[in-house]
């Protein structure tokens, strides 16, 4: 906000000093229509600033002087000398704030009224106060002229070119210690220098995203919306103009998201969401392109309603628009003219629509997506060029040749000496396996024909949709580059994303990652070397284990999912928290069966693991492993299992291990947050807080913003200091508890999980209530 | 109606470009390659703080490539920088730009690339569109050449 404060006041100085001569002409001249009309501007840009930096005061003194301008604009007032005067007067009361602001000190307000007072029709000529000694403070910033930013950055390429260049010729004969000192010190000037100047056009996203959430509350609240934005990769750097580019698109997209995508929150309570919509917003470079999101989880597009508009309006027939595919008919948004929504509202929809978004968005060379999940929200994502932006990126050498890969597609880069790397020729094509991980291998030097490249080291490159290993001669430097677009000649071989000139004086070419993969034909590799696996695995079948389930059916469960087979008793087995728990090692895990498990004596369990989460799967007895053949038949509304195989000239029942965890991870996905109450000691995060990790809680000692714990825990001589909204507390003992004392023994391990779990069941039923 | 004319020297013959086109015509420095880039791309060079993408004249015009040719004419052709290589430049002339007469018949890229006669001193020189030598970008051209 800093920033844009100081933007305002470097912007309303400057208008001031302009309007100077302008108010002294139309002080002479009260009917000359342009003076009035640059005053007008004036306030009205002031009066429109003021309400986005919550300046109240300056922002009523603008909004008085607008109102009286606007009624001589229309012919209703006379500009009289009273009236000029009193405009006057608010115009350089205005010039006194701004200083005011600027120097941090404060002003008085008791004349304002008087002010504001003096632009009434019947007001008596009010004597003009004195002003006193204006303190001006030093202006901390300069607006410049992007094109000049631009000639600087050009000179100072050259500046650099020829820096090197006298390094070159200097290093060619013996030169005096004096000289090379000079020199030195010449380039470090002016390698600081470029990097200054290179930063003047950068300018992270912030300055963008740092007005949304004023912006998102003042569309949501006319509305009575509620909505929560969430802003991530606020710290990508975007060359500045470009930040100006995005504002009005990016600005459009989220009052339509608040206004047509997030509903009321009777609407949204009514369709089973959180009242409040949720935004995101967030940035991320990838490649060579930077990409904002814009995502809510409100109702999405109406394709359905979209398309009988479209009809409606004659813009397509009939046939066409039946003929259309779901994408075509979702881009129909782009239409001139045409919405999804019926009536216009205040905020959105005044006929600036989606195709004006995609078109500016076009014009400066990037491309808009949407994906839309009806009735649950719309994402929209822009994708804009790097060009000119300053990318971090690794230098690699390729026999003579040098090309440039951007760092952040880069996961690592290692040598092919050594056990860690292994190159193997799969059919014709090459496969590199890095620490027993297995990636397609494209050699640079023979994919783009240079001839004696050698490969000594391969780069991890990550795209979108798989990693692969480049072959690369050698890593010779990492820099921080001007990326600039290449001619189309160079661009349409698919694999550069721009070219930079590095200090060296030689041009040199940025790959891009993701088109390197796809000009050399992997189709995303790493799949196809998964299928393959499994294909030979599947020519053995899948090894599962055969067991009679709780209900007596005989099934099997992939082995591979099969952690180990227990014997446990259905005393530790409680309905706790809605489902069945078995409390197990101090820890609890959940259970999954096909009936009810007996109350009483041994029950055996199969332990189950996905390698992250762990549940419990109890069985009357297992019997053997087995292989299950290739061909099951499927079945039919039996969720939880996969199939039917024959073993043994028996039908078995296949578990469906996904559909077990599928409903396991659902609740795992949100898991309950512990907030700990510090006692000072460490005792809970050293002790306590692996504990509870382990049974699948989240643990945390301050809550983030818009977090609620479910169950706060602290020790019973240092009770949090707010109770309040009935959340859920346990309060741990230092000391085993008396007969008749309250708390929990902080190492009855078995009773603190117990009392855990108890809170987070009391808050659900609380929540319940609230929701009911 | 006279124009401004740059006569060059490329292909083995005299040809006239109008100098409207023409950036600057200067030496050339070390062209680094871009692989996989149409052959009539030569590669790309620094021109003071400016990247040009540097076009084998003799290539664009269908013939083999000019291995020697160190000077270009500098033009800018939809916001990008090219550097069209020539053997020699003379300077700059006014002439009169005539049609291409009827009956010449031209071969392949000259075709597409000469827009007009120009005569020096009885001699007639073609008058070349440098836009035209651009290749295009399209991933059409790599599969050629990949065929």
Not at chain 1, 140 to 157: I, T
Not at chain 1, 179 to 189: I, K, P
Not at chain 1, 493 to 518: E, H, K, R
Request: aromatic share 2%.
């Amino acid at each position: 906000m800093d920033d844009l404060l100081q933007e305002f006041i470097a912007e309303t100085r400057e208008t001031l000093d302009a309007l100077s001569g302008e108010i002294v002409l139309w002080e002479a001249n009260p009917t000359d229509r342009a003076r009035l009309d640059a005053i007008f501007r004036f306030v009205h840009t002031v009066k429109g600033s003021c309400g986005f930096l919550d300046l109240p005061r300056l922002g009523r003194l603008a909004h008085a002087a607008e109102d009286v301008l606007a009624a001589v604009r229309d012919g209703t007032r006379v500009p009289d000398t009273a009236l000029v005067n009193a405009v006057l007067a608010i115009v350089d009361r205005i010039g006194e704030l701004t200083e005011a602001i600027a120097a941090g000190s404060p002003l008085d307000d008791t004349t304002e009224d008087l002010l504001i007072a003096a632009l009434a029709e019947d007001a008596l000529p009010v004597a003009q106060a004195m002003a006193g000694p204006q303190m001006r403070s030093a202006s901390r910033s300069v607006r410049l002229a992007v094109d000049l930013l631009d000639r600087m950055m050009a000179g100072m390429s050259d500046m650099v070119l020829a820096r090197n260049e006298l390094a070159r010729r200097l290093r060619d004969q013996p030169i005096d210690p004096r000289v090379e000192g000079a020199l030195e010190r010449l380039s470090l000037t002016v390698g600081e220098m470029r990097d200054t100047i290179s930063r003047t056009r950068m300018q992270r996203i912030e300055a963008l995203f740092s007005a949304m959430p004023r912006m998102v509350r003042d569309t949501a609240t006319p509305l009575g919306k509620l909505v929560t934005l969430e802003v991530e990769g606020a710290d990508v750097e975007l060359d500045r103009e470009m930040i100006e580019l995005l504002r009005d698109p990016l600005v459009h997209i989220i009052r339509n998201s608040v206004d047509h995508g997030i509903e009321s929150p009777a609407e949204r309570r009514a369709l089973g969401k959180r009242e409040a919509g949720r935004l995101l917003v967030s940035a991320r470079q990838t490649g060579n392109q930077i990409v904002l999101e814009v995502s809510d989880d409100g109702r999405g597009i109406d394709v359905d309603r979209l398309v009988a508009k479209a009809a409606a309006k004659g813009l397509h027939t009939e046939a066409k628009l039946a003929a259309m595919t779901e994408r075509q008919r979702l881009d129909l948004i782009f239409t001139p003219g045409l919405s999804s929504r019926d009536t216009a509202t205040a905020i959105s929809g005044r006929g600036v629509g989606m195709d004006v978004v995609r078109a500016n968005i076009e014009q400066i060379g990037g491309r808009i997506a949407m994906r839309n999940r009806s009735g649950a929200g719309l994402t929209i994502e822009l994708q804009v060029p790097l060009t000119l932006s300053i990318i971090p990126a690794i230098v690699v050498g390729v026999g003579e040749q040098r090309f440039a890969l951007p760092r952040q597609s880069i996961e690592e880069i290692v040598a092919i000496r050594g056990d860690a790397v292994r190159i193997d020729e799969l059919g014709d094509s090459r496969v590199a396996t890095v620490r027993g991980r297995r990636l397609p291998l494209v050699d640079l030097a023979s994919l783009l024909g240079i001839a004696g490249g050698r490969t000594h080291a391969l780069a991890i490159v990550g795209t979108r949709d798989g990693n692969f290993a480049l072959g690369i001669g050698a890593v010779l430097d990492s820099e921080e580059l001007v990326v600039k677009p290449v001619c189309p000649a160079v661009m349409g071989t698919g694999i550069y994303a721009g070219q930079t000139l590095p200090d060296s004086g030689l041009p040199m070419l940025l790959l891009d990652g993701a088109g390197v993969a796809a000009v050399a034909g992997l189709r995303f590799e790493p799949q196809a070397i998964v299928t393959e696996n499994e294909a030979a695995v599947h020519e053995r079948g899948i090894e599962a284990l055969l067991f009679d389930d709780l209900d007596g059916q005989r099934r099997a469960l992939p082995l591979a999912a099969v952690d180990r087979v227990e014997t446990v008793s259905a005393l530790a087995i409680r309905r706790t928290g809605g489902r069945l728990h078995l409390s197990i090692e101090g820890g609890i895990v959940p259970l999954v069966t096909m009936t009810e498990p007996p109350a009483t004596g041994q029950v055996t369990l199969l332990r189950l693991t996905d390698g992250v989460t762990e549940i419990g799967y109890l069985i009357r007895d297992a019997h053997e492993i087995v292989t299950l053949p290739v061909a099951m038949a499927s079945v039919r509304g039996r969720p939880g299992i996969a199939g039917v195989a024959v073993v043994n000239g028996e039908q078995v029942e296949v578990v469906d291990g996904h559909a077990l965890f599928a409903g396991e991870m659902a609740p795992a996905a949100g898991r309950p947050l512990c907030l700990l109450h510090h006692d000072g000691t460490g005792w809970m995060d050293t002790f306590l807080r692996p504990v509870l990790e382990a049974s699948g809680y989240r643990c945390a000692s301050t809550l983030a913003p818009g977090e609620t714990a479910a169950v706060t825990l602290a020790m019973d001589d240092d009770p949090p200091a707010t109770l309040a909204g009935g959340d859920p507390v346990v309060l741990l003992r230092r000391r085993p508890a008396m007969p008749g004392e309250g708390g929990i023994y902080r190492y009855d391990r078995a009773a603190l999980i117990a009392a855990v779990a108890a809170g987070m069941e009391s808050r659900r039923d609380a929540v319940r209530e609230m929701a009911r | 109606m006279s124009e401004l004319f740059l006569i060059a020297h490329l292909a083995g013959r005299w040809v006239a470009v109008a100098a409207s086109q023409v950036d600057s015509a200067v030496d050339i420095g070390e062209v680094v390659a871009a692989p996989r880039a149409s052959p009539a791309v030569r590669g790309l060079a620094a021109l003071r703080s400016r990247v040009v993408t540097v076009i084998d004249t003799q290539v664009a015009l269908g013939q083999g490539p000019a291995l020697t040719a160190r000077r270009a004419i500098i033009a800018a052709i939809d916001g990008h920088h090219y550097a069209f290589l020539v053997d020699a430049f003379e300077d700059v002339f006014p002439f009169e730009r005539a049609p291409l007469s009827s009956g010449l018949v031209l071969e392949g890229r000259w075709a597409a690339s000469a827009t007009g006669i120009v005569e020096r001193d009885g001699e007639p020189l073609l008058v070349l569109d440098l836009a035209a030598l651009v290749p295009a970008g399209m991933i059409a051209d790599d599969q050629a050449i990949a065929a």
